[in-house]
């Protein structure tokens, strides 16, 4: 690695300091003063990203994952592209409020719910129920649905999701979702499904995460990335052949609309599965820091926060106020903010990213003059916008408009 070279995604210090000054200039000639923390979406970058997917779809229609977004503003840019086709929600509440506010008429939530307060909505709404449809992996779903209604009259949808884990023995590999693993046990619910009144099963998906989620390119792990690379060829080896399995069983009782599958980390392999009719992606539009090392796209960061420098402990020191925003799941330092512009900032062991506070070191923290912004990244795309009720849109130079996040329409999903 050279010495202009960044240890997170390649992308040299030159590039990420012109993106710094981008960023300046956008602030310093917006107009108004800004308040911190200050979230930006670079579109050009978001743009490029939607390529990149589209590309490596090949033809196989896009469904965005919300969670990853969280901008009703960023969704529809998304969708209003030819290839991007409907939304995976991850709430049963936001799914209905997409559908009201006419983001778009075809939501997959992706995890079952027990919700039963949106599922009474769900059930009184004949154009909603058409238009949502809801994940199971067990009959006890069915039965909450069930308590909440009075009638069967208005028919609800729902996808059946099936383990899409690799097995090695009695060990399992990727995320722990559904129980239904073969033929047998999906088609055994899905006879159920059929059976049962006031539902209609239109839909399977197949998740594989530890293909889709876990970076196998990283240059401080080459023999672990390695290992990742074997492992995510043996899954999808061995997923394609189960996929094939449970289709066809399936194809004896039930016309599905749409089998889901993958997410940003594995489009290309996803769709290269003939059984697959669509793909779900969220994190490569915008690519958060846990999306720096893949073989399968090349990084292109579009969002952003900027934190002001507010005090210098010492020369070659800088804290910036806040910024703390810590990414869910196992706890490590590949879940901390990175700092990102101007490039070659860390920071420090004892205090990391601080609620209140982040001291900064590197050398441009020894530039760096008390106002200054400084610009991080979050780890897990979407998380950042639960931070702040609105966004700033950056093209070129210029921050174009400022647009609300979920939480900035008053909600928290």
């Known amino acids: 690695m050279g010495p202009e070279q960044d240890s997170h995604d390649g992308s040299s210090f030159v590039d990420r300091n012109r993106l710094w000054a981008r960023l300046k200039d956008a602030v310093e000639t917006h107009g108004t003063p800004l308040s911190t923390p200050l979230m930006v979406v670079d579109l050009d970058a978001f743009d490029a990203n939607a390529d990149d997917l589209?590309?490596?779809?090949?033809?196989?229609?896009?469904?965005?994952?919300?969670?990853?977004?969280r901008v009703p503003a960023l969704l529809r840019r998304a969708l209003a592209r030819d290839g991007f086709h409907g939304v995976l929600a991850y709430t049963l509440a936001e799914a209905l409020w997409l559908e009201e506010?006419?983001?778009?008429?075809?939501?997959?939530?992706?995890?079952?719910?027990?919700?039963?307060?949106?599922?009474?909505?769900?059930?009184?709404?004949?154009?909603?129920?058409?238009?949502?449809?809801?994940?199971?992996?067990?009959?006890?779903?069915?039965?909450?649905?069930?308590?909440?209604?009075?009638?069967?009259?208005?028919?609800?949808?729902v996808a059946i999701e099936i383990d899409?884990?690799?097995?090695?023995?009695?060990?399992?590999?990727?995320?722990?979702?559904?129980?239904?693993?073969?033929?047998?046990?999906?088609?055994?619910?899905?006879?159920?499904?059929?059976?049962?009144p006031g539902f209609r099963l239109v839909g399977v998906m197949t998740y594989e995460?530890?293909?889709?989620?876990?970076?196998?390119?990283?240059?401080?792990?080459?023999?672990?990335s390695?290992?990742?690379?074997?492992?995510?060829?043996?899954?999808?080896?061995?997923?394609?052949?189960?996929?094939?399995?449970?289709?066809?069983?399936?194809?004896?009782?039930?016309?599905?609309?749409?089998?889901?599958?993958?997410?940003?980390?594995?489009?290309?392999?996803?769709?290269?599965?003939?059984?697959?009719?669509?793909?779900?992606?969220?994190?490569?539009?915008?690519?958060?820091?846990?999306?720096?090392?893949?073989?399968?796209?090349?990084?292109?960061?579009?969002?952003?926060?900027?934190?002001?420098?507010?005090?210098?402990?010492?020369?070659?020191?800088?804290?910036?106020?806040?910024?703390?925003?810590?990414?869910?799941?196992?706890?490590?330092?590949?879940?901390l903010p990175i700092p990102w512009a101007p490039a070659g900032l860390h920071l420090t062991g004892l205090e990391g990213a601080g609620e209140v506070q982040t001291p900064l070191t590197g050398h441009p923290a020894g530039l760096l003059a008390i106002g200054d912004l400084v610009w991080f990244r979050h780890a897990k795309s979407g998380e950042l916008f639960e931070h702040t009720n609105t966004v700033h849109l950056l093209a070129g130079r210029e921050l174009t408009q400022e647009v609300r996040t979920y939480r900035g329409h008053g909600h928290a999903f």
């Not at 989620?213 to 240059?219: K, N, Q, R, S, T």
């Not at 996803?270 to 793909?279: M, Q």
Request: net charge positive; no cysteine.
């Open 164 to 196: 899409a884990g690799l097995r090695l023995g009695r060990q399992h590999v990727g995320p722990k979702r559904s129980p239904l693993y073969d033929a047998d046990a999906v088609v055994k619910l899905a006879q159920a499904v059929l059976d049962r």
């Open 101 to 157: 506010e006419g983001i778009t008429d075809d939501i997959v939530v992706a995890y079952p719910t027990v919700d039963r307060r949106s599922l009474a909505r769900l059930v009184e709404s004949p154009r909603a129920a058409g238009r949502v449809t809801l994940m199971i992996d067990d009959l006890a779903h069915l039965d909450v649905v069930d308590s909440v209604r009075r009638s069967h009259a208005v028919p609800i949808r």
């Open 226 to 335: 390695l290992v990742v690379r074997r492992l995510k060829s043996m899954s999808m080896t061995q997923l394609e052949v189960r996929r094939r399995e449970i289709s066809d069983a399936l194809r004896k009782i039930v016309d599905l609309e749409f089998w889901n599958a993958g997410g940003s980390g594995s489009v290309e392999a996803t769709v290269a599965d003939p059984v697959v009719t669509e793909v779900a992606a969220g994190s490569g539009l915008l690519v958060p820091g846990l999306f720096d090392h893949y073989q399968s796209f090349r990084p292109r960061p579009a969002a952003f926060y900027g934190l002001p420098v507010v005090r210098r402990p010492s020369p070659h020191l800088a804290t910036v106020h806040g910024g703390g925003f810590v990414a869910s799941g196992p706890a490590g330092t590949d879940r």
């Open 209 to 224: 995460g530890q293909v889709a989620g876990l970076p196998d390119d990283v240059p401080t792990a080459r023999a672990k």
């Open 54 to 69: 589209l590309r490596r779809a090949a033809g196989t229609p896009i469904r965005v994952a919300s969670k990853s977004i």
